[in-house]
């Protein structure tokens, strides 16, 4: 059952174009990686299917009954987040605030589904803490509590094991898996890290500028693409 | 002591005395909520840059001899802040490069216009006044103190009305317009209230004053606490009592008023910055 279907998308900014000729499919309980060097149109990519970043040419359809807000969202984090006075709860919270209509105030039903979530990733007994004293893997789990908060049927992930130590990346990835196997949601990440792309995910789509390569984990180990990266460079053959 | 408060209770039975007391904590009040705001989308430089737009302005609409001065600074202000709040997406020059280029230019435009142009005996005077607000806050007409309690009141409303979606689009703007939440509209209403502060309390500190009034008591507060709504709370108590004790000081010891309150905050941040330290090393 497909859930996001883009076609001929052509991305960038200020009339700039950053990639073009980008077309994949995403179905529900996929593992979707996108991987590529930096400038390749990873972010833009991820922007775009956010709806932050208006597109420059092709479409990204929604169906499955997905609409924009049913997209969960873990960005890399920002600068002025690590100092920022927030508790744990606060921050989790504030994945609730597409639910509510005008009233000022979380309900009750959005208070339980924070805790579930906090409960889920194990960071129940932190969320009286401040947010800027916990480690990197910490604060990962919270931004992807809050996240969860928003939708539970679609995650993208913003290169989320950057900056964190060897145990909290291969926590984070753990609870990716579980997130995508045992919860059915269907995952989107971003990644530098193309080893562990080909180990967890399950399909691959791999940038420069435009698609080097789209389909399932087992043929793009065969493929050109995979080798090239290997080698430690991405043939780029196409003049963006 | 019995006297100092003899004193205070007869100053205070003057009107013009209690209309400077209510504005002040009333504009301390607004300016430190929208501070938080402020200080944590690092916009601190905000408040000065528009303060010395709303200079600009004021010059020019003595110069032109307006009857109420506020016709021309409320407008150009709001659209100044408009445009600086616009973080840069499509702006060639840099946001912090932007603030301090209409800043200074503004500045200098209204000096230049004040001194060829103005009709009055005290040219410098006036400008002084301007700058630090020495006269303005104790000649205020009832005009004055009721739009000063509206607009607090519009401040404080926002604040109750839309704490949860400050909160989430100054912990993370992107996050929050995935969400499906009016990030844009949200910003136009920062803009726009942040621009009339900084006209009402040109009144209070005068313009060269008033950023201190917008950071100070939220950078004292996240110096000692670490959740949003403890440092939201804790800014709006301190900045209303260092507002009353600086206003009382400066009645009795004749000091101008804005700089006394000023002084107030900065003796508040260092006794945070102190309690700060000693909790952290705990």
Redesign the interface.
Same mark, same amino acid.
């Given at each position: 059952m497909p859930q996001i279907i883009c076609r001929d998308l052509v991305l960038g900014y200020?009339k700039k174009i950053v990639s073009r000729n980008i077309s994949f499919e995403v179905n529900r309980g996929d593992y979707l990686c996108i991987v590529g060097d930096n400038g390749s149109g990873k972010s833009t990519l991820m922007k775009a299917l956010?709806?932050?970043l208006p597109t420059m040419g092709g479409s990204i359809e929604l169906s499955d009954g997905l609409s924009? !807000?049913d997209?969960g969202?873990l =960005?890399q984090q920002?600068e002025?987040?690590r100092d920022? =006075?927030? !508790?744990v709860e606060?921050?989790v919270?504030?994945?609730c605030?597409?639910h509510?209509g005008f009233l =000022?105030?979380?309900r009750m039903s959005d208070k339980i589904r924070a805790h579930k979530n906090l409960r889920k990733l194990s960071i129940d007994g932190l969320q009286k803490r401040?947010y800027?004293?916990l480690s990197g893997g910490q604060q990962q789990r919270v931004l992807l509590a809050?996240?969860l908060c928003?939708a539970d049927r679609m995650i993208l992930m913003d290169e989320p094991v950057s900056g964190l130590d060897p145990a909290a990346t291969l926590e984070m990835y753990r609870i990716t898996e579980s997130l995508n196997r045992d919860d059915g949601m269907t995952v989107i990440m971003i990644s530098h890290d193309i080893d562990a792309a080909v180990r967890y995910a399950t399909h691959i789509l791999h940038l420069a500028h435009e698609p080097l390569f789209f389909g399932t984990k087992e043929d793009y180990i065969k493929s050109g693409a995979y080798r090239g990266a290997g080698e430690g460079g991405i043939n780029d053959e196409t003049d963006a | 002591m019995r006297q100092t408060l003899d004193l205070l209770v007869e100053y205070f039975s003057y009107p013009f005395i209690r209309y400077a007391f209510i504005v002040g904590v009333l504009i301390a009040l607004s300016s430190s909520l929208l501070g938080v705001i402020l200080v944590l989308k690092r916009f601190s430089f905000i408040g000065d840059g528009l303060s010395h737009v709303a200079f600009g302005a004021m010059a020019v609409a003595s110069v032109a001899g307006l009857t109420n001065n506020m016709l021309l600074v409320l407008p150009v202000t709001v659209i100044a802040a408009i445009l600086l709040l616009r973080t840069g997406q499509n702006t060639r020059i840099k946001g912090d490069a932007a603030v301090a280029m209409i800043s200074v230019g503004a500045l200098a435009i209204g000096y230049l216009i004040m001194n060829m142009f103005s009709m009055s005996a005290n040219v410098s005077g006036d400008v002084c006044s301007t700058l630090f607000g020495e006269t303005a806050i104790l000649t205020l007409s009832k005009l004055d103190v009721w739009l000063c309690i509206g607009m607090s009141v519009i401040v404080i409303l926002f604040f109750i009305l839309f704490y949860n979606k400050i909160f989430a689009v100054t912990f993370d703007e992107n996050f929050a317009s995935t969400t499906g939440m009016g990030v844009k509209g949200f910003n136009l209403a920062v803009a726009v209230i942040t621009a009339f502060i900084i006209v009402l309390a040109m009144n209070l500190v005068g313009s060269l004053l008033i950023s201190a009034l917008v950071i100070f008591p939220a950078l004292s507060s996240m110096r000692v606490f670490r959740t949003f709504k403890s440092v939201i709370i804790s800014s709006a108590l301190l900045s209303v009592i260092c507002a009353s004790l600086g206003i009382m000081i400066s009645v009795l010891a004749s000091t101008p008023v804005g700089a006394t309150v000023v002084a107030v905050n900065i003796a508040a941040f260092g006794v945070f910055f102190a309690v700060g330290a000693l909790v952290r090393r705990k």
């Amino acid at each position: 059952m497909p859930q996001i279907i883009c076609r001929d998308l052509v991305l960038g900014y200020d009339k700039k174009i950053v990639s073009r000729n980008i077309s994949f499919e995403v179905n529900r309980g996929d593992y979707l990686c996108i991987v590529g060097d930096n400038g390749s149109g990873k972010s833009t990519l991820m922007k775009a299917l956010l709806g932050l970043l208006p597109t420059m040419g092709g479409s990204i359809e929604l169906s499955d009954g997905l609409s924009q !807000s049913d997209i969960g969202y873990l =960005p890399q984090q920002t600068e002025h987040q690590r100092d920022f =006075p927030a !508790s744990v709860e606060e921050v989790v919270l504030s994945g609730c605030i597409g639910h509510k209509g005008f009233l =000022p105030i979380y309900r009750m039903s959005d208070k339980i589904r924070a805790h579930k979530n906090l409960r889920k990733l194990s960071i129940d007994g932190l969320q009286k803490r401040p947010y800027s004293e916990l480690s990197g893997g910490q604060q990962q789990r919270v931004l992807l509590a809050r996240a969860l908060c928003a939708a539970d049927r679609m995650i993208l992930m913003d290169e989320p094991v950057s900056g964190l130590d060897p145990a909290a990346t291969l926590e984070m990835y753990r609870i990716t898996e579980s997130l995508n196997r045992d919860d059915g949601m269907t995952v989107i990440m971003i990644s530098h890290d193309i080893d562990a792309a080909v180990r967890y995910a399950t399909h691959i789509l791999h940038l420069a500028h435009e698609p080097l390569f789209f389909g399932t984990k087992e043929d793009y180990i065969k493929s050109g693409a995979y080798r090239g990266a290997g080698e430690g460079g991405i043939n780029d053959e196409t003049d963006a | 002591m019995r006297q100092t408060l003899d004193l205070l209770v007869e100053y205070f039975s003057y009107p013009f005395i209690r209309y400077a007391f209510i504005v002040g904590v009333l504009i301390a009040l607004s300016s430190s909520l929208l501070g938080v705001i402020l200080v944590l989308k690092r916009f601190s430089f905000i408040g000065d840059g528009l303060s010395h737009v709303a200079f600009g302005a004021m010059a020019v609409a003595s110069v032109a001899g307006l009857t109420n001065n506020m016709l021309l600074v409320l407008p150009v202000t709001v659209i100044a802040a408009i445009l600086l709040l616009r973080t840069g997406q499509n702006t060639r020059i840099k946001g912090d490069a932007a603030v301090a280029m209409i800043s200074v230019g503004a500045l200098a435009i209204g000096y230049l216009i004040m001194n060829m142009f103005s009709m009055s005996a005290n040219v410098s005077g006036d400008v002084c006044s301007t700058l630090f607000g020495e006269t303005a806050i104790l000649t205020l007409s009832k005009l004055d103190v009721w739009l000063c309690i509206g607009m607090s009141v519009i401040v404080i409303l926002f604040f109750i009305l839309f704490y949860n979606k400050i909160f989430a689009v100054t912990f993370d703007e992107n996050f929050a317009s995935t969400t499906g939440m009016g990030v844009k509209g949200f910003n136009l209403a920062v803009a726009v209230i942040t621009a009339f502060i900084i006209v009402l309390a040109m009144n209070l500190v005068g313009s060269l004053l008033i950023s201190a009034l917008v950071i100070f008591p939220a950078l004292s507060s996240m110096r000692v606490f670490r959740t949003f709504k403890s440092v939201i709370i804790s800014s709006a108590l301190l900045s209303v009592i260092c507002a009353s004790l600086g206003i009382m000081i400066s009645v009795l010891a004749s000091t101008p008023v804005g700089a006394t309150v000023v002084a107030v905050n900065i003796a508040a941040f260092g006794v945070f910055f102190a309690v700060g330290a000693l909790v952290r090393r705990k």
